[in-house]
């Protein structure tokens, strides 16, 4: 089949394949007069197994919620575990690739609003001999039940999760998740997974008649972008805003390798183009950041035993991100993701408006990722051995980096200030996290740019480099955003 240039399709096999990466960002979309649809996908992503682990079990007899769990690297990075609100009352919907069919094995069934859970389908052909896509023209009411573990991850994020019967705190671990596939897996297109730009304006304006009619606070989260703009996207978030949802949504992934300056003498590079619906003024965009070791005045790393995948005294279990972030630091161990979007728009559509408005952590986030390895997309998890070994199931928890896990952690802050006050509007909650964020440096030892040294899973250390287009307002700090709610 031949690819529409239109379409930024998500692998479903990444681990660290650099060449795919390029692959996906080098897509150009086509002048807006000569298309007619817009196809969105979940960003790509890039991710790691958890080899040092044994096969879950199907545990049973969770608590309502997981506000007690272990915190994590990420949660710290951005204070969510100072603040005593934890997201109680408030929803957030996870327009996504829904829930895996074993989700309890995962998450509490309190948290999941089963009754509001829905997914929304438009059939799409292509037609090889003319290399363009028919589509229904209209969405079919569905499960929100999906093949792709990627809305799974997400929802991890925001309400914690079970690792192996180990709980994990959450952001917001008393918020409830409202499972909205937009996403789907299209088995007569060789297994892609997308939407259409149907699918995610109905996932939008079904989210934005619910809040109304149910008189709830809603967030929409959505992980997930397109090249291009859509109008009738972007007439379904001004509609939800209206209603009084708070619309989120990930800057996207076309970052290059090693995160060279996009931006450093002001001329534009389309290759770090931002996704929409991220890209749109009225949306809370994320990009990535993560945990480095910061630059010292010589220009070496200045905290060396500090940072992602910092070495462990055992092979089993690793613990680093169980460490502690130091607060006190955070503006110089914080790094800008190489994969993160800058604020550019596509060259196609210079004349529309991007924003970058905050980072918050998307680089190696754990969490549960079953069924989209090698191959593997059956539920339950036993269905088929591991490349490792053929007779034990795969791994089930992933290490992924991508905006669209940043995008949660947005997400999950928001719920805490809505709980705090939830009659916060779209336009109050941005100008509240990007006036408490922790600006990151975008020049350092006389060079038009920043970078800091990441340590990668095999122990090396690397330069990630980022300019003033990369930072947004910085990285969120839930406390501080907190605290500046009157």
């Known amino acids: 089949m031949k690819i529409d240039r239109r379409r930024v399709l998500g692998s479903t096999s990444l681990l660290l394949i650099l060449v795919s990466l390029l692959i996906v960002t080098t897509t150009i979309a086509k002048p807006r007069e000569k298309q007619d649809r817009v196809l969105f996908s979940y960003p790509y992503e890039e991710y790691l197994p958890d080899e040092y682990s044994s096969e879950p079990q199907n545990f049973a007899g969770y608590p309502a919620d997981f506000s007690s769990g272990t915190i994590m690297w990420d949660l710290d990075l951005i204070d969510a575990e100072a603040v005593s609100y934890d997201g109680e009352g408030i929803y957030v919907a996870v327009l996504d690739t829904g829930l895996v069919a074993n989700w309890r094995d995962y998450f509490p069934e309190e948290r999941i609003a089963t009754e509001y859970g829905v997914g929304f389908y438009e059939g799409v052909t292509y037609n090889p001999a003319k290399d363009e896509y028919k589509y229904a023209g209209k969405t ?3 499960s929100f039940l999906g093949k792709l573990a990627h809305g799974t991850h997400v929802t991890s994020t925001i309400i914690g999760y079970s690792y192996y019967g180990q709980y994990i ?19 007569n297109l060789d297994g892609d997974v997308f939407g259409t730009d149907l699918m995610v ?3 939008i304006n079904y989210v934005a008649d619910l809040a109304e009619s149910e008189g709830i606070e809603i967030i929409i989260s959505m992980s997930l972008g397109g090249p291009e703009p859509s109008q009738m996207i972007e007439d379904a978030i001004d509609y939800a805003i209206s209603k009084g949802v708070i619309v989120v949504a990930a800057a996207g992934n076309n970052g290059l390798p090693m995160g060279y300056p996009a931006n450093p003498t002001g001329a534009p590079a389309w290759e770090w183009i931002m996704d929409w619906p991220g890209g749109y003024p009225q949306v809370i965009s994320v990009g990535s950041c993560g ?18 995948w910092e070495p462990w005294s055992q092979p089993s279990p690793r613990t680093w991100w169980y460490q502690d972030v130091p607060e006190d630091i955070e503006d110089e161990i914080s790094y800008v993701s190489y994969f993160s979007s800058r604020e550019y728009a596509n060259p196609d559509f210079s004349p529309v408006t991007v924003q970058l408005d905050v980072l918050a952590p ?31 199931p795969p791994p089930n928890y992933w290490f992924v980096g991508g905006t669209s896990m940043s995008t949660p952690h947005v997400s999950g802050v928001i719920a805490l200030m809505l709980q705090k006050d939830p009659s916060l509007t779209q336009a109050q909650v941005e100008a509240i996290l ?7 440096p975008t020049s350092i030892l006389g060079y038009p740019f920043a970078y800091n040294y990441v340590r990668w ?9 980022w300019a003033d287009d990369a930072t947004g307002s910085g990285v969120i700090q839930a406390d501080a955003a907190i605290t500046a709610i009157p």
């Open 201 to 203: 304006a109905t996932g």
């Open 457 to 465: 899973p095999t122990g090396d250390f690397y330069a990630f480099l």
């Open 169 to 187: 705190r959450g952001v917001a671990p008393k918020a409830k998740i409202i499972p909205v596939k937009v996403l789907d897996t299209y088995e």
């Open 434 to 440: 990007k006036g408490t964020a922790t600006p990151l």
């Open 291 to 308: 945990w480095g070791t910061g630059v010292d005045d010589q220009g070496a790393p200045k905290y060396p035993g500090t940072g992602e």
């Open 140 to 142: 079919h009411k569905g």
């Open 362 to 392: 998307g680089s190696w986030v754990l969490g549960p990722y079953p069924g989209d390895t090698y191959g593997y997309q059956h539920i339950p998890w036993w269905a088929k051995g591991s490349p490792w070994n053929p007779h034990s």
